[in-house]
């Protein structure tokens, strides 16, 4: 049976195919992060206004054929007017919870001055024991990044 259905697939046009696909097959977002650590091992954080635990990870979404480093340089910049520089991509995830896969930089300031914007209204650095009201998942990520820093691992 799967045979014969598989012949009459074949004999679709290729616009047919492809149109079941974007129809049928799972569709991912992309989200990137940066997580920046000062000298002293803080984190820095945004206080978003739209979210219910307002502070957390700077982030935001990939743009249609856009490198994921790239996005966060503009996300960031696009929110804070800040410049960062990524050092190195920390973790690729995906939740089992909806279709999105996230990627986490490292990154560090290079330059700017902290612009108020729709989105982000302060950005401040917090001692990684003393995180404020946020995300569980956000913090144990923050946690888990600044022990395999700090500990040299």
């Not at 919870?97 to 560090?108: F, I, P, S, T």
Request: charged share 25%; aromatic share 14%.
């Amino acid at each position: 049976m799967m045979k014969t259905l598989m012949r009459i697939w074949k004999a679709f046009p290729l616009w047919a195919h492809a149109l079941a696909a974007r129809f049928l097959r799972p569709r991912f977002g992309v989200g990137v992060a940066a997580l920046i650590f000062d000298e002293h091992g803080q984190a820095l954080l945004f206080k978003h206004t739209y979210r219910k635990f307002a502070w957390g990870i700077p982030g935001g979404g990939l743009e249609y054929g856009e490198q994921p480093a790239d996005a966060i340089v503009r996300e960031f910049y696009e929110e804070t007017s800040l410049k960062i520089e990524v050092i190195r991509l920390l973790l690729a995830h995906s939740s089992p919870y909806y279709q999105h896969v996230g990627l986490v930089y490292l990154c560090k300031v290079v330059g700017g001055k902290f612009k108020e914007s729709y989105e982000i209204s302060e950005i401040r650095y917090f001692d990684v024991n003393d995180l404020p009201p946020m995300l569980f998942d956000e913090k144990d990520l923050i946690r888990s990044v600044h022990k395999n820093i700090w500990s040299g691992s």
